[in-house]
């Protein structure tokens, strides 16, 4: 072998020494560059791993993100798969509209990051608001709907038939109503 062709191989055995110890290089670079992602990715889901009993239920809504003043209520936007207009139409009258997943930073983590939508939806149901007086009212008005239907029950039971004697009378013939409050049970799954 000639002396040029020793020096040529010589050559050739250096640039391919360079050129694994680069990529050598460069993958080690890339590791400890996916290693430091991996990292700093794993800080930030220990940020927020503190709230996984919050997480338990899908439908959690940290109070710390309802603005003064507002309500926040999970409501139906799918039956089956299917909207139902009339409903939508009897939110919007009650004074309900959809939260918009834009508003902060803290709405928009409630939703993936290539979320196209403009509100906050989980399981058919959408995130609506309401001011927070209105929501009273209409509180207030089914408790005095509700408190009516118990009198007038009680009125029923209470009064006796025409041409009988009134129950009122004798009291072991008046009819016994209790009211009581409890916990009823809740099935666990």
């Known amino acids: ?10 050559r050739r055995n250096i640039i391919a020494d360079t050129v694994e110890a680069e990529g050598i290089a460069a993958a080690t670079s890339r590791a400890e560059s996916s290693l430091d992602r991996a990292r700093k990715r794993a ?16 439908f959690y809504v940290p109070l710390d993100i309802i603005p003064d003043g507002w309500t926040y209520e999970w409501k139906r936007r799918l039956t ?6 009339a409903y939508a139409v ?15 930073r803290r709405h928009r983590a409630m939703m993936p990051a290539d979320w196209s ?19 009273r009212e209409f509180r207030e008005r089914d408790l005095r709907r509700a408190r009516a239907q118990v009198r007038v029950k009680e009125q ?8 009988t004697l ?20 809740v099935p666990e799954e």
Do not use: Y
């Not at 800080?43 to 338990?56: C, F, I, P």
């Not at 009897?90 to 902060?104: H, I, K, M, S, Y």
């Open 1 to 10: 072998m000639s002396e040029i062709a020793k020096a040529v191989g010589r």
């Open 43 to 58: 800080q930030e889901l220990r940020g927020h791993m503190d709230d996984t009993a919050e997480s338990a239920d899908e």
């Open 80 to 85: 089956f798969n299917k909207e139902d207009p």
């Open 90 to 104: 009897q939110l919007a009258r009650d004074g309900w509209e959809p939260v918009p997943v834009g508003r902060c």
């Open 117 to 135: 939508g403009t509100t906050i939806e989980r399981h058919g149901m959408v995130l609506m608001e309401r001011p927070e007086e209105i929501t």
């Open 156 to 163: 029923q039971l209470s009064a006796a038939p025409e041409g």
């Open 166 to 185: 009134p129950r009122d009378v004798d009291s072991r013939i008046a009819p016994k109503i209790k009211k009581s409050f409890a916990p009823i049970a």
